[in-house]
C-alpha cells in the first residue's frame, strides 16, 4: 500500500485517522466528476429536443450550364454541422480540416481529380475541397462525396473519455453531370463601307468536334449589295455567295476560333453615261477570335482588299455559340 | 471494530454519489447514437449529441440576416492564417471585397492573396445587366449569362463563411462604420467547439436592421480543429460600409457588353441573348423593322451616331450612350428578315466613313 503524505494531511480534517489509500481516490474520483458537472454553465441554447447533424454539400459551378466534352468543371465540397429542429437544419456552422473522397460512378464519361480532398479554409470558396471534374465522353454519371468527420466534433473531451463515439462520422453527398456531344454555331456579320456605299456579308456555319477539343466545319457566306449613286446615275453592285472555312481549338476555358474567307466575286453593273461593267475579287480579311468554351461574341476590324477600286473598312461581329450535336 | 466506511465518509459519499449518477446520466442522454449503414447503400450517420453554447443571451445563427433588406453597401473580409502545416510554416491571407447594389441588381467582387497559397493570382467577378463576368489575373473577361443557382451572391458572400453564433454575451452600444450598433463577445462556446478550439471573438450588428456591421475573430486549433497536420491561427476581419450608399463598379476594359435590353417584335423567333448580343428572326420586312427600332431604341436612351445605313436588303444603325455602343444590323433574305444586336464599348466602335 502506498502513502501519501500530503492527502493524509489534507484529510485528516474529516477523519480521526490517517484515511485508506483507496478512499482517497474514489473521493478524488468522486469529487473530480461532481465539481465537472456542476461547474458547466447550462447552456443558453441548449438544444434540449433538437439534435445536431453534419451534412455534406457539393456544389458544382456553372449551376444549370450545358456541360460537354473536354469541358472541365469545379466542385466545390463543403461539411457542415448543424442544430435540426423538426427537420430543418439551422445554425449551420462550417467544419474545416475534413478529408472528402471524390469520385464518378461512371468513370467513362469523366474523371474526377483530385482523389482525396480537404476542406480548407484558404480554398477557393472558404471551408471547402476542391474537386475537378474532366468532361470526357458524352452520358450521366454521379460524382460521389464521402466526407470523414473527426470524432472531437460530435462531443466534448469529456464525453470522448466516459463513452467514447465509434468513430469517425462519414457523411454522403452527389452530383449528376450529364456531358454532351457539343458542337459550334459560328455567325458573322461583316459590314463595310466606302464613299457612302455599304456592303454587307453574313454567315452562318458550323463547326463540329474532330477530337481533341478540335473543330472544323465550312459555310456559305452571303453577301447584300448596293446601290451606288453618283449624281443623277447610279450603278448596282452585287457580290455572288463565297464561301468561309472554319477552324476551332479548345485552351483550357476558351475556344479560339479562325474564319477564313475565300474570295468572292464583285460585279458591278454600270448604269451611268460611259459607266462600263466591271468584275473585281473581293479578299476578306481572315478572323481570329477568342471566346469562352461556352460561346460568346466579338467585334473585331474587318477589311476588303481588292487592288484597284473596292478596297473597305469595316468591322465584323462574330457570334459563337455551344450547341449540342444532334 | 473496525468499519470500511466511517459515518463522516459514508456521509460523502451520500452526497457525492447522486451528483456523479446525475453526470453519468446527462451524458448518456447525450451520447453519440449511430445508425448502422445499410450493407451496400452509403448514407449519412446522425448524430444526435448536446452541445454546450456560450452563457450569454444573445444568439445571432445566420450571418447574412438583414443584408438583403440594404439598398447597397461593400463588404470587407480580410482572412489570415498563421501556423505550420506538416511541421512546416505556414501563413497567408485573403482579402474578399463585395460590392453589392439593389436597383439595378449589381455586383462586384475581387479577391487578392498573399501567402502560402497554390494560387495567388488576383480575381475579379462581377454580376451586371443579367451578364456574369470573371477575370482571372492575366487573362481575358469572361462574360456569360448569370445561371441559376451560381449567383455571387449565393456563392461568394463574405459574411456567409462565418459561423453564427449562440450565446454571446452583451457588451454596449457603439457607433461602427457610421451606424448605431450592439456590441457582443464570445468564445469557442459560441460556435459549440468547446475542447475543439479557442476563439474569441466580437461581434457588432446594427441596432436597426440587424445586419452585421463587423465581426471579428480569431481562433486557435491543432488538428482536431484544422485536420491532419495543421495547427495556428486563423483570423478574420469583417467589416460592412459604404451602407445604402451609391456606388459604382467597373469592368475591366476587355469585358464584354452586358446582357442586350432593347425591345424585341412580336413575332421574333429563333431568339439568341447572351451578354453582348442579341439576335433573332422575324417575318416583318426589313423597312417595318429599322423604322420599329429607329423609333424605340431612342427612348432607352441611346443616341443615333450619323446617319442610319438603309438599302433594300440591309440597314445599319449606330447608337451611343455614354462609354456603350449599340449596333443594329438588319438583313433581309425575302424569306426572313435577321435582327442582330451589338452592345460594345467605345474604343469597339469603327467610325462609319
Same mark, same amino acid.
Given at each position: 500500500m502506498f502513502r501519501n503524505s500530503h492527502n493524509s494531511i489534507s484529510l485528516s480534517a474529516f477523519t480521526d485517522k490517517p484515511a485508506p489509500r483507496w478512499h482517497i481516490v474514489i473521493l478524488a474520483v468522486l469529487l473530480a466528476l461532481s465539481f465537472g458537472s456542476a461547474v458547466q454553465t447550462p447552456p443558453l441554447a441548449q438544444a434540449a429536443g433538437a439534435e445536431k447533424r453534419f451534412?455534406?454539400?457539393?456544389?458544382?459551378?456553372?449551376?444549370?450550364?450545358?456541360?460537354?466534352?473536354?469541358?472541365?468543371?469545379?466542385?466545390?465540397?463543403?461539411?457542415?454541422?448543424?442544430?435540426?429542429?423538426?427537420?430543418?437544419?439551422?445554425?449551420?456552422?462550417?467544419?474545416?480540416?475534413?478529408?472528402?473522397?471524390?469520385?464518378?460512378?461512371?468513370?467513362?464519361?469523366?474523371?474526377?481529380?483530385?482523389?482525396?480532398?480537404?476542406?480548407?479554409?484558404?480554398?477557393?470558396?472558404?471551408?471547402?475541397?476542391?474537386?475537378?471534374?474532366?468532361?470526357?465522353?458524352?452520358?450521366?454519371?454521379?460524382?460521389?462525396?464521402?466526407?470523414? !468527420?473527426?470524432? +472531437?466534433? #460530435? $462531443?466534448?473531451?469529456?464525453?470522448?473519455? %466516459?463513452?467514447? =463515439?465509434?468513430?469517425?462520422?462519414?457523411?454522403?453527398?452527389?452530383?449528376?453531370?450529364?456531358?454532351?456531344d457539343c458542337s459550334y454555331k459560328v455567325s458573322t456579320i461583316s459590314h463595310f463601307s466606302a464613299q457612302g456605299v455599304p456592303l454587307v456579308a453574313t454567315m452562318d456555319g458550323k463547326m463540329k468536334s474532330d477530337g481533341d477539343g478540335h473543330y472544323t466545319g465550312s459555310a456559305t457566306v452571303n453577301w447584300v449589295g448596293a446601290i451606288a449613286v453618283a449624281g443623277d446615275c447610279s450603278s448596282v453592285i452585287t457580290v455572288d455567295s463565297s464561301k468561309v472555312e472554319l477552324f476551332g481549338e479548345l485552351d483550357d476555358d476558351w475556344l479560339i476560333v479562325d474564319v477564313t474567307y475565300?474570295?468572292?466575286?464583285?460585279?458591278?453593273?454600270?448604269?451611268?453615261?460611259?459607266?462600263?461593267?466591271?468584275?473585281?475579287?473581293?479578299?476578306?480579311?481572315?478572323?481570329?477570335?477568342? !471566346?469562352?468554351? +461556352?460561346? #460568346? $461574341?466579338?467585334?473585331?476590324?474587318?477589311? %476588303?482588299?481588292? =487592288?484597284?477600286?473596292?478596297?473597305?473598312?469595316g468591322f465584323v461581329v462574330i457570334t459563337v455559340t455551344r450547341v449540342t450535336q444532334e | 471494530m473496525t468499519?470500511?466506511?466511517?459515518?463522516?465518509?459514508?456521509?460523502?459519499?451520500?452526497?457525492?454519489?447522486?451528483?456523479?449518477?446525475?453526470?453519468?446520466?446527462?451524458?448518456?442522454?447525450?451520447?453519440?447514437?449511430?445508425?448502422?449503414?445499410?450493407?451496400?447503400?452509403?448514407?449519412?450517420?446522425?448524430?444526435?449529441?448536446?452541445?454546450?453554447?456560450?452563457?450569454?443571451?444573445?444568439?445571432?445563427?445566420?450571418?447574412?440576416?438583414?443584408?438583403?433588406?440594404?439598398?447597397?453597401?461593400?463588404?470587407t473580409l480580410v482572412m489570415s492564417f498563421d501556423g505550420t502545416e506538416a511541421g512546416q510554416p505556414q501563413q497567408w491571407s485573403k482579402t474578399y471585397v463585395m460590392l453589392a447594389a439593389k436597383e439595378p441588381a449589381t455586383r462586384q467582387l475581387t479577391i487578392e492573396k498573399t501567402g502560402n497559397l497554390s494560387d495567388l493570382d488576383a480575381v475579379f467577378m462581377a454580376e451586371s445587366d443579367g451578364a456574369a463576368y470573371e477575370q482571372r489575373e492575366g487573362n481575358d473577361c469572361i462574360a456569360a449569362v448569370i445561371e441559376e443557382g451560381n449567383s455571387l451572391s449565393e456563392r461568394l458572400e463574405p459574411i456567409g463563411f462565418m459561423n453564427g453564433v449562440i450565446g454571446a454575451d452583451e457588451a454596449g452600444n457603439e457607433t461602427v462604420n457610421d451606424m448605431a450598433a450592439n456590441h457582443y463577445t464570445f468564445d469557442e462556446r459560441a460556435f459549440g467547439q468547446l475542447d475543439i478550439a479557442q476563439s474569441t471573438g466580437e461581434l457588432w450588428v446594427a441596432s436597426d436592421g440587424g445586419y452585421v456591421v463587423k465581426y471579428l475573430l480569431t481562433t486557435k486549433g491543432n488538428a482536431d480543429y484544422f485536420g491532419e497536420g495543421i495547427e495556428g491561427t486563423i483570423t478574420w476581419d469583417y467589416e460592412l460600409t459604404e451602407i445604402n450608399q451609391p456606388l459604382t463598379i467597373t469592368l475591366p476594359d476587355n469585358c464584354p457588353g452586358?446582357?442586350?435590353?432593347?425591345?424585341?417584335?412580336?413575332?421574333?423567333?429563333?431568339?439568341?441573348?447572351?451578354?453582348?448580343?442579341?439576335?433573332?428572326?422575324?417575318?416583318?420586312?426589313?423597312?417595318?423593322?429599322?423604322?420599329?427600332?429607329?423609333?424605340?431604341?431612342?427612348?432607352?436612351?441611346?443616341?443615333?451616331?450619323?446617319?442610319?445605313?438603309?438599302?433594300?436588303?440591309?440597314?445599319?444603325?449606330?447608337?451611343?450612350?455614354?462609354?456603350?455602343?449599340?449596333?443594329?444590323?438588319?438583313?433581309?433574305?425575302?424569306?426572313?428578315t435577321t435582327v442582330n444586336m451589338m452592345l460594345g464599348k467605345s474604343q469597339d466602335t469603327v467610325p462609319l466613313p
Open positions: 451534412f455534406i454539400e457539393a456544389k458544382k459551378d456553372g449551376g444549370t450550364a450545358t456541360i460537354c466534352v473536354g469541358d472541365l468543371v469545379s466542385i466545390h465540397v463543403r461539411v457542415v454541422r448543424a442544430q435540426v429542429r423538426s427537420g430543418v437544419p439551422f445554425n449551420v456552422e462550417t467544419i474545416p480540416g475534413v478529408r472528402v473522397l471524390g469520385s464518378a460512378d461512371f468513370p467513362n464519361v469523366g474523371q474526377v481529380t483530385p482523389r482525396e480532398s480537404r476542406t480548407m479554409w484558404n480554398s477557393d470558396v472558404p471551408g471547402s475541397a476542391n474537386f475537378v471534374f474532366h468532361a470526357e465522353n458524352p452520358g450521366t454519371t454521379s460524382i460521389s462525396f464521402q466526407g470523414r !468527420v473527426n470524432p +472531437s466534433w #460530435g $462531443a466534448s473531451i469529456l464525453e470522448r473519455l %466516459i463513452n467514447p =463515439p465509434s468513430g469517425w462520422t462519414s457523411v454522403f453527398d452527389s452530383v449528376d453531370v450529364t456531358v454532351q475565300l474570295p468572292a466575286v464583285l460585279t458591278n453593273i454600270g448604269g451611268c453615261p460611259g459607266g462600263v461593267n466591271d468584275k473585281a475579287l473581293l479578299n476578306l480579311d481572315p478572323v481570329t477570335v477568342s !471566346v469562352p468554351a +461556352s460561346g #460568346g $461574341a466579338k467585334r473585331p476590324n474587318q477589311e %476588303i482588299h481588292e =487592288p484597284t477600286f473596292y478596297s473597305m473598312s | 468499519h470500511i466506511f466511517s459515518k463522516r465518509w459514508a456521509i460523502i459519499l451520500l452526497i457525492l454519489t447522486p451528483m456523479l449518477v446525475s453526470l453519468a446520466c446527462k451524458f448518456q442522454a447525450g451520447a453519440p447514437s449511430t445508425t448502422a449503414p445499410a450493407t451496400d447503400t452509403p448514407e449519412s450517420e446522425v448524430l444526435t449529441f448536446e452541445v454546450l453554447f456560450g452563457p450569454g443571451p444573445f444568439d445571432f445563427p445566420d450571418t447574412k440576416s438583414g443584408l438583403s433588406d440594404l439598398t447597397s453597401y461593400k463588404a452586358g446582357m442586350v435590353n432593347a425591345p424585341l417584335l412580336a413575332d421574333a423567333s429563333n431568339i439568341l441573348n447572351m451578354p453582348g448580343i442579341l439576335t433573332y428572326d422575324t417575318a416583318t420586312s426589313l423597312a417595318d423593322t429599322a423604322a420599329f427600332y429607329q423609333q424605340e431604341i431612342p427612348k432607352l436612351g441611346w443616341e443615333l451616331v450619323g446617319e442610319p445605313s438603309l438599302t433594300d436588303s440591309s440597314a445599319l444603325l449606330d447608337y451611343t450612350q455614354g462609354d456603350k455602343t449599340l449596333t443594329i444590323i438588319i438583313t433581309s433574305d425575302n424569306i426572313k
